[in-house]
């Protein structure tokens, strides 16, 4: 692993119960009030092309991974979203 994503991993956060019409653009605009976001993902499923529901946002620093954790409630189209550091996977 590269010193840059070993970095970004370490800021990552999962977001779920997503709306299945949000896009990682959507994540950006969201999540940027909380810090500077390095990259977001929204995971699709491979056999039907939709969304499945959660995804992952990188933040440049820990301060916007600490900030968006600590936030009780985050809503996004309307629905109540799940916020919690990445576990890592490797």
């Known amino acids: 692993m590269s010193g840059v994503s070993l970095i970004r991993s370490l800021h990552r956060v999962f977001v779920g119960n997503l709306p299945w019409t949000a896009s990682g653009k959507d994540l950006k605009m969201y999540f940027s009030k909380f810090g500077h976001v390095a990259s977001t993902s929204v995971i699709f499923d ?3 092309g939709l969304s499945k529901g959660y995804g992952f946002v990188e933040f ?4 916007g991974l ?4 600590n936030n009780q ?3 996004l189209e309307g629905r109540v979203l799940t916020v919690q550091k990445a576990r890592n996977i490797d």
Do not use: M, P
């Not at 440049?60 to 301060?63: F, H, K, L, M, V």
């Not at 600490?66 to 954790?69: F, G, K, L, Q, V």
């Open 66 to 69: 600490i900030a968006s954790t």
């Open 46 to 48: 491979k056999n039907t």
């Open 73 to 75: 409630v985050h809503f």
């Open 60 to 63: 440049s620093t820990q301060d």
